[in-house]
T-cell receptor, first 109, second 115 residues
Framework: EDKVVQSPLSLVVHEGDTVTLNCSYE??????LLWYKQEKKAPTFLFML????IEKKSGRLSSILDKKELSSILNITATQTGDSAIYLC?????????FGQGTTLQVKP | DTGVSQDPRHKITKRGQNVTFRCDPI?????LYWYRQTLGQGPEFLTY????????KSRLLSDRFSAERPKGSFSTLEIQRTEQGDSAMYLC?????????????FGAGSRLTVL
């Protein structure tokens, strides 16, 4: 059965800290791995990683896909209180995304 | 285009009643998805459409749940004879099919509370 597992499930840091969120997967017909940020409403898209694009960066956020280890990390440097959210990892196969449970990040001032 | 729209945003109902949610996707998107999310969990796949065809439905989905997408535009998700365990956020998303690597754009969700 397809499975996506994220760790840790929750994390509390202080502003300025660097955090690393983990995602591992066992999914048949892998096509892509996506990271989403969810505040109080809908998940919003951050990155998509595929076999042809295994590393992405946007500002303080970056992500790497390790296809050999079937995993990905999301790094956030110099965290801010606005980074507090649930971070969702999802793996795309034909037709749909399969989500992990999410990592809840709280950034304290 | 204002993104993916869902209606209603909140629905409170009594056990045993039927409820229907509507989703209007981004107009040029040919795929539409329904997910369910409970507190502390990631979104759980329910079903998806490509144009008007329902291509996949979760094995975990009770036959009390039915979804339609007439004419390949908006979609409805109906839950019959609601149970307290149906209480959740129902998320709709849409995408353009690009060789299986789809970025889903989500709506704000419809929160269902079954009393």
């Amino acid at each position: 059965e397809d499975k996506v597992v994220q760790s840790p499930l929750s994390l509390v840091v202080h502003e300025g800290d660097t955090v690393t969120l983990n995602c591992s997967y066992e999914v048949t017909n892998f096509r892509s791995l996506l990271w989403y940020k969810q505040e109080k409403k809908a998940p919003t898209f951050l990155f998509m990683l595929t076999s042809s694009g295994i590393e992405k960066k946007s500002g303080r956020l970056s992500s790497i896909l390790d296809k050999k280890e079937l995993s990905s990390i999301l790094n956030i440097t110099a965290t801010q209180t606005g980074d507090s959210a649930i971070y969702l990892c999802a793996v795309g196969r034909w037709g749909k995304l399969i989500f992990g449970q999410g990592t809840t990040l709280q950034v304290k001032p | 285009d204002t993104g993916v729209s869902q209606d209603p945003r909140h629905k409170i109902t009594k056990r045993g009643q039927n409820v229907t949610f509507r989703c209007d996707p981004i107009s040029e998107h040919n795929r539409l998805y329904w997910y369910r999310q409970t507190l502390g969990q990631g979104p759980e796949f329910l079903t998806y459409f490509q144009n008007e065809a329902q291509l996949e439905k979760s094995r975990l989905l009770s036959d009390r749940f039915s979804a339609e997408r007439p004419k390949g535009s908006f979609s409805t998700l109906e839950i019959q004879r609601t149970e307290q365990g149906d209480s959740a956020m129902y998320l709709c998303a849409s995408s353009i099919d690009r060789s299986g690597a789809n970025v889903l754009t989500f709506g704000a969700g419809s929160r269902l509370t079954v009393l």
